[in-house]
């Protein structure tokens, strides 16, 4: 696994879509700031050249193999790191980050790739996080609260796909994780990550 850095926080937000972690993750963010803490917001994909290709191909239903994917992703993650994880730590921010490789093992994990595989390939540059907060949620409610425009098959075929991206996101365990219910009142769930989060901080600046 890549050296943990000396300074600076890592907190990832992860879950199925709909799942309220990118709201969660702004809040957070917020919090730290009111609080006098230098934080700083990723996401992935990113918005660089792999992400927009991630985001241009997903557009095409079907475009890519499971494989393509995870290389995509992968490539995407590098850059995240060299680019902006890595400086951000070492300069001693608190680092908020809207997914990271736990969203490759459970998604591309979900369409068979193993997930031992995805994990080891990940952990030989990710930096490790201090806390990985996954929300859980109930696949049709977290389309429910993302969708609209969609036809009933696009739908069913989705949710069918998002059941197997929460069971392995569940089964994800370890000191770092918590898993927290995505169903619960947003300002609960802010609290309880707000809770495991200060755990983590140093001396306020
Ligand atoms: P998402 O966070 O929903 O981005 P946006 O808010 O810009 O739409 O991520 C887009 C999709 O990519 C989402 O369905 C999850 C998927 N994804 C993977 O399949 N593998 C990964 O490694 C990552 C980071 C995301």
């Known amino acids: 696994m890549a050296r943990k850095l000396e300074r600076g926080v890592l907190v990832v937000l992860e879950g199925i879509d709909g799942s309220g972690k990118t709201t969660q993750a702004r809040a957070l963010l917020r919090r730290l700031r009111r609080r006098g803490y230098r934080a700083a917001f990723f996401r992935e994909p990113t918005r660089g050249r792999w992400g927009r290709e991630i985001k241009r191909l997903a557009a095409r239903a079907d475009s890519l193999t499971p494989e393509q994917e995870l290389d995509l992703f992968v490539r995407d993650r590098r850059e995240n790191v060299e680019r902006h994880l890595r400086p951000a730590l070492e300069a001693g921010r608190i680092v908020v980050l809207d997914r990271y490789y736990f969203s490759t093992i459970a998604y591309q994990g979900a369409k068979g790739i193993d997930t031992r595989r995805i994990r080891r390939m990940n952990e030989s540059f990710a930096v490790p996080p201090d806390l990985v907060v996954i929300l859980d949620v109930d696949p049709r409610q977290g389309l429910a609260r993302i969708e609209g425009r969609r036809t009933r098959d696009e739908l069913f075929e989705r949710e069918d796909y998002l059941v197997r991206v929460a069971e392995i996101f569940r089964g ?34």
């Not at 000191?175 to 983590?200: K, N, P, Q, S």
Request: hydrophobic residues 45%.
């Open 172 to 205: 994800i365990e370890g000191r770092a994780f918590v898993h927290l219910d995505g169903r619960a009142d947003r300002r609960a769930v802010a609290r309880a990550i707000w809770e495991r989060v200060r755990a983590l901080l140093p001396p306020r600046p």
